[in-house]
């Protein structure tokens, strides 16, 4: 099955600095790859997505490329700010009824 | 619009009791439902999902067992809990038809402390 490996496990970054996020995926039939974002106590939140026909996508601060050779993804996140402090995750899909999900990463942005 | 629902938020529970942890899902019909664990730096593993009433997918063998009995309910249950089985654990549905490329909306989680 579908293993996804995500690092760094912890980021610690200076405010107004961008913060990057990898992944990387074993079945190469994966062809979707969301990421969310989970604040201290509350629920796993979408942030933004990409597919498997797109290499990059944008949504303001943030943005997703994909490597489908290499069989890898980041997320980046430009002019952090404060309230980007949270663990986020990667997951990919193979087209199945399931998500697999990366480790998380604990990001804090430091004032 | 869709909500999902789960309960209890908290309980604390001695090893070798049962437990049960119920989730119902409000505004849809026919959703995937799934039931994922988040323990310390092992991320959200997925336990179970379901296509359909009473079609349950194990991912990881366990002690844990799911039950689908209505369209939009989900229920996670133990005969007897395991100090490994404490952990937050997070309901979640998406909708049918869409597997792969649709959200995933997850419930307010369940945290479970076994001792």
């Known amino acids: 099955g579908e293993n996804v490996e995500q690092h760094p496990s912890t980021l610690s970054v200076q405010e107004g600095d961008s913060a990057v996020i990898k992944c990387t995926y074993s079945?190469?039939?994966?062809?979707?790859f969301p990421w969310y974002k989970q604040e201290l106590g509350k629920r796993p939140q979408l942030i933004i997505d990409?597919?498997?026909?797109?290499g990059e996508k944008k949504d303001q601060r943030i943005a997703v490329t994909l490597n489908k050779t290499a069989k890898h993804f980041s997320l980046h996140i430009t002019e952090t700010q404060p309230e980007d402090s949270a663990v986020y995750f990667c997951a990919a899909s193979t087209g199945a009824q399931k998500l697999v999900f990366g480790q998380g990463t604990r990001l804090t942005i430091n004032p | 619009s869709q909500t999902i629902h789960q309960w209890p938020a908290t309980l604390v529970q001695p090893v070798g009791s049962p437990l049960s942890l119920e989730c119902t899902v409000e505004?849809?019909?026919?959703?995937?439902l799934y039931w994922y664990r988040q323990a310390a730096g092992r991320g959200l593993q997925l336990l179970f999902y379901s296509v359909g009433i009473g079609q349950i997918s194990s991912e990881v063998p366990q002690n844990l067992s799911a039950s689908r009995p209505q369209d939009r309910q989900f229920i996670l249950s133990s005969k007897k809990l395991l100090l490994s089985d404490s952990g937050f654990y997070l309901c979640?549905?998406?909708?049918?038809?869409?597997?792969?490329?649709?959200?995933?909306?997850f419930g307010e989680g369940s945290r479970l402390t076994v001792l």
């Open positions: 505004g849809t019909s026919n959703p995937n």
């Open positions: 990409i597919r498997s026909n797109v």
């Open positions: 079945d190469s039939a994966s062809n979707y």
């Open positions: 979640a549905w998406s909708p049918l038809g869409v597997p792969s490329t649709g959200e995933l909306f």
